[in-house]
């Protein structure tokens, strides 16, 4: 980009060539005028003056297009001025804009160092009340790890009463009474004689019932044999007897209905009192309702069975 002082160098420039061609036209005209008064000369003087015509005439064309390419300089110089001119505008507008950044900036460091501040300040109240939470959070864990030894201390203390109420009360808990000991898994071999007596003669009915209902209590307590499928329901998944099971499908085909929902309740029987041992196990069972007898079912009953025995023996 040229400087102010090569601009009015340049232009001190133009105008001495200025000033030298008008020197050059005057010197031309006068030429002219002295050429026309040896006109009337000698030939050799009109040859001369030919040839001085003739070079005066080359030398106006040389001076022709200098002028002509000193107009060009010109106007060059001329839009360059204006274009440093512009230059200038867009360097002035990019500064103004430049300050105007720098102070939006500022203006965004002072607000960022603000909330750096209320952060800070909030950070420090979040840290308080963390640390009441953790407090309270703590004390709560205590007590829930205090809660779950209890309960699971309860639940082994009533498991073992169930367990000794199951040992204890065989003959009291037989009969036609509603609270009795039941045996989860264990096939009913009611519906395999039932069966059989329909197919075989009594003798070997029995022999067939027997045998059969034991290669289903075997295979009720094969690991490897898994009849289940899990769905979803209600948002929740669930473990249910898978009705295509191969085996199953079979034991209804040859077999029926009858034995077929037989193994399929004790299977149900297994999979959600023992899933993982998948053998027979005694439980105190509510035969009214279908379920496991509570405690507090147990002890009424016995109950009841003692104050039963007392007016008896009265």
């Known amino acids: 980009m040229m400087s102010q002082d090569n601009v009015w160098r340049i232009i001190e420039v133009r105008e001495k060539l200025n000033d030298d061609l008008d020197a050059k036209k005057k010197e031309r005209d006068s030429l002219r005028k002295e050429l026309n008064k040896r006109e009337a000369k000698t030939e050799y003087e009109r040859q001369k003056l030919d040839r001085d015509k003739k070079k005066n005439d080359e030398r106006n064309k040389l001076l022709q297009l200098a002028s002509v390419e000193q107009k060009k300089a010109d106007e060059s110089v001329l839009r360059w001025v204006e274009e440093q001119k512009r230059e200038k505008e867009d360097a002035l507008h990019k500064i103004l804009q430049l300050?105007?950044?720098?102070?939006?900036?500022?203006?965004?460091?002072?607000?960022?160092?603000?909330?750096?501040?209320?952060?800070?300040?909030?950070?420090?109240?979040?840290?308080?009340?963390?640390?009441?939470?953790?407090?309270?959070?703590?004390?709560?864990?205590?007590?829930?790890?205090?809660l779950i030894t209890k309960e699971r201390q309860n639940n082994d203390e009533l498991?073992?009463?169930?367990?000794?109420?199951?040992?204890?009360?065989?003959?009291?808990?037989?009969?036609?009474?509603?609270?009795?000991?039941?045996?989860?898994?264990?096939?009913?071999?009611?519906?395999?004689?039932?069966?059989?007596?329909?197919?075989?003669?009594?003798?070997?009915?029995?022999?067939?019932?027997?045998?059969?209902?034991?290669?289903?209590?075997?295979?009720?307590?094969?690991?490897?044999?898994?009849?289940?499928?899990?769905?979803?329901?209600?948002?929740?998944?669930?473990?249910?007897?898978?009705?295509?099971?191969?085996?199953?499908?079979?034991?209804?085909?040859?077999?029926?209905?009858?034995?077929?929902?037989?193994?399929?309740?004790?299977?149900?029987?297994?999979?959600?009192?023992?899933?993982?041992?998948?053998?027979?196990?005694?439980?105190?069972?509510?035969?009214?309702?279908g379920r496991k007898a509570t405690l507090k079912e147990v002890i009424a009953f016995i109950l009841k069975y003692i104050k039963t025995l007392k007016r008896k023996r009265t």
């Open 99 to 146: 300050e105007k950044k720098l102070n939006d900036k500022q203006k965004v460091e002072m607000e960022i160092e603000e909330l750096n501040g209320k952060l800070e300040v909030m950070k420090h109240l979040r840290d308080e009340a963390l640390g009441e939470k953790a407090k309270e959070l703590e004390d709560l864990e205590m007590l829930n790890q205090t």
């Open 159 to 289: 498991q073992e009463a169930r367990k000794l109420l199951i040992a204890g009360l065989p003959e009291m808990l037989a009969g036609q009474s509603h609270i009795r000991i039941k045996r989860l898994g264990y096939l009913d071999q009611k519906p395999f004689l039932d069966t059989c007596k329909l197919r075989f003669p009594l003798e070997e009915a029995q022999v067939q019932a027997f045998t059969l209902c034991s290669l289903w209590q075997k295979n009720l307590k094969d690991p490897n044999w898994l009849p289940f499928k899990v769905i979803q329901k209600d948002g929740n998944y669930e473990e249910i007897i898978d009705e295509e099971d191969e085996k199953l499908q079979n034991l209804k085909e040859e077999w029926g209905f009858e034995i077929y929902d037989c193994v399929v309740t004790a299977l149900k029987e297994l999979n959600e009192y023992n899933p993982s041992g998948r053998y027979v196990i005694p439980e105190l069972w509510n035969v009214k309702e």
